[in-house]
T-cell receptor, first 112, second 114 residues
């Protein structure tokens, strides 16, 4: 069974600080996804990581994937209040019917 | 291009009733997946439809069912509602099954069971 673990589950940061969210998954997987969800809203796709060593950056967010360690990280640089949201990682794979299996999510609060 | 649309956006039902939720995929997308989001269980896959056929199903009781029409629109039905069915139901569409990397999520339907 494919399991996805995120940590921390809750993160309170000061504006301007850096931090990293970790995402571990239990078995081999084809792809790793990061999503953002604002309260009461749907999921917004941030990154899709398709291969070992993949790194993608968008603004203050950078995601990386290490398939050997079964680990992805979402690094936040110089946090700003607008980044406050819940961040989910998810994985899928052909052997799991290509359904997304999500982590529990990390609630990020950036304090000014 | 219009995004994924879901109707209704909010719904309040009573235990024991049934409910039908609708999802219209992005134009040209033929695969529709459904997910349930609750505070306790998080985001969980319900099922996926393509070409009017259910291709994959998550670990949910038979009270949860779905279907897809020839225009790719999909509906999900929950019968004999329980309090625990209160959730945000999200659908997502992609052009083909397995193309999760191009999947877009709809705004969701918030179901409250009282």
């Amino acid at each position: 069974e494919l399991k996805v673990e995120q940590n921390p589950l809750f993160l309170s940061m000061q504006e301007g600080k850096n931090y990293t969210i970790y995402c571990n998954y239990s078995t081999t997987s084809d792809r790793l996804y990061w999503y953002r969800q604002d309260p009461g809203k749907s999921l917004e796709s941030l990154f899709v990581l398709l291969s070992n060593g993949a790194v993608k950056q968008e603004g203050r967010l950078m995601a990386s994937l290490d398939t050997k360690a079964r680990l992805s990280t979402l690094h936040i640089t110089a946090a700003v209040h607008d980044l406050s949201a819940t961040y989910f990682c998810a994985v899928d794979g052909m052997e799991y019917g290509n359904k997304l299996v999500f982590g529990a999510g990390t609630i990020l609060r950036v304090k000014s | 291009k219009a995004g994924v649309t879901q109707t209704p956006r909010y719904l309040i039902k009573t235990r024991g009733q049934q409910v039908t939720l609708s999802c219209s995929p992005i134009s040209g997308h033929r695969s529709v997946s459904w997910y349930q989001q609750t505070p306790g269980q998080g985001l969980q896959f319900l099922f996926e439809y393509f070409s009017e056929t259910q291709r994959n199903k998550g670990n949910f009781p038979g009270r949860f069912s779905g279907r897809q029409f020839s225009n790719s629109r999909s509906e999900m039905n929950v019968s004999t509602l329980e309090l625990g069915d209160s959730a945000l139901y999200l659908c997502a569409s992609s052009s083909e099954p397995g193309r999760t990397y191009e999947q877009y999520f709809g705004p969701g339907t918030r179901l409250t069971v009282t």
